[in-house]
């Protein structure tokens, strides 16, 4: 193969955002057919972007077009029907995060992968920046040793999606954890090796969300609010390690942070800003790169050529399913542990 025929499902805000105007322009990709249960929606995109073919059935989309791969891009609870759909049909899948609304979902996912012997990535794209990449490369030279203490922040003052159903728990199965938590969630674990979670204390609340307030991409609708908008907790790892989590839609703080703090026995990272930390030569040094490599490049770009690359070469992606899976059962033991008020721990099986 040295093309990949593609099949969008769900033509929504992510869709939109990326997978339409940038997936439709990679050279060895072509968008064939679109589907989306709206037909105004399914309309918009083929006029939009040139799509021949539109379904309001995406089963019909996989029976009827002769496609290599889809992107599937709606609400989180479809995302696991869908893929097992298209994988049994003999499609390549990549999947927006998270991989689906619960680790049980993503399992059958994984397994239908492997049946199927289909490449399936997850669209953990913070994968692919620049600093994440750079911090993988010293992470895995060694040359911060034994990492032992994690902190991973994504705080917003007031940032709740007011588009689309980011609030609607039935639909996406969680608030501000699953919008961007998973995200550097992923993140955080890939670059210490993907170490597997063993007990987990979490917390979440919805303080703000369910009432009206100031946010920087206007008003939500706070009266059918029903997921969390901040969630905390802290991870034990099999390897002796800990990670702390913090994430957040409105939080009463100076400013937003996004970021992941990396500790080990001989020095430290820190991604936003990037910088490498350590003590030597009596003296405590920081030190900040003048130039990293593809320090301009589109973190969905990177996404989207690696899993073409993975489908064309028959090789595995760089977000893994298995991988993708240890998230999603961290972010349900969150939750549980939330709802119980106690420690959850992780079948290790």
Same mark, same amino acid.
């Given at each position: ?248 839609? *409105? =939080?009463?703080?100076? &400013?937003? !942070?996004?970021? %992941?703090?990396? +500790?080990?026995?001989? #020095? ?55 991988? *993708? =899976?240890?998230?999603? &059962?961290? !972010?349900?033991? %969150?939750?549980? +542990?939330?709802?119980? #008020? ?8």
């Amino acid at each position: 193969m040295e093309h990949v025929r593609f099949g969008i499902i769900g033509v929504g805000g992510v869709a939109r955002l990326a997978y339409l105007p940038r997936l439709g322009k990679h050279p060895k990709a072509t968008i064939v057919a679109v589907a989306d249960v709206s037909q105004d929606a399914v309309d918009r995109a083929m006029a939009d972007y040139q799509i021949q073919f539109g379904y309001t059935d995406y089963l019909e989309m996989l029976d009827k077009e002769n496609l290599d791969a889809v992107a599937v891009c709606t609400p989180n609870k479809f995302h696991a029907p869908v893929t097992i759909a298209a994988l049994q049909k003999g499609l390549h899948v990549l999947c927006e995060k998270p991989m689906a609304l619960n680790a049980t979902e993503g399992r059958e996912m994984a397994e239908a992968a492997r049946q199927s012997g289909k490449t399936l990535a997850i669209a953990y794209r913070y994968r692919h920046k620049p600093t994440s990449q750079a911090a993988k490369q010293v992470i895995d030279s060694g040359e911060l040793g034994e990492i032992y203490a994690v902190r991973v922040q994504g705080l917003r003052r007031r940032g709740i999606p007011s588009w689309g159903v980011f609030t609607n728990k039935e639909l996406q199965g969680g608030g501000a954890l699953v919008d961007f938590g998973v995200h550097l969630l992923d993140l955080a674990l890939w670059l210490i090796g993907n170490p597997r979670a063993v007990e987990v204390m979490g917390m979440t609340s919805q303080r703000l969300g369910t009432r009206p307030n100031v946010n920087i991409w206007g008003p939500w609708n706070h009266e059918q609010f029903s997921v969390e908008d901040q969630a905390m907790a802290l991870i034990r790892l099999e390897n002796g390690g800990a990670l702390q989590l913090e994430v957040s839609w *409105a =939080l009463n703080i100076p &400013e937003a !942070v996004e970021n %992941i703090s990396i +500790s080990g026995t001989e #020095g430290g990272i820190e991604l936003e800003p990037f910088s490498i930390n350590k003590a030597a030569h009596g003296m405590l040094l920081t030190t900040t790169p003048n130039w990293m490599p593809n320090e301009k490049a589109v973190d969905w770009d990177a996404q989207f050529e690696d899993f073409i690359d993975a489908v064309i070469n028959d090789r595995s992606p760089l977000v893994k399913p298995e991988e *993708a =899976l240890r998230v999603s &059962e961290i !972010v349900d033991a %969150i939750y549980q +542990s939330s709802a119980t #008020g106690a420690a959850v721990k992780l079948d290790q099986a």
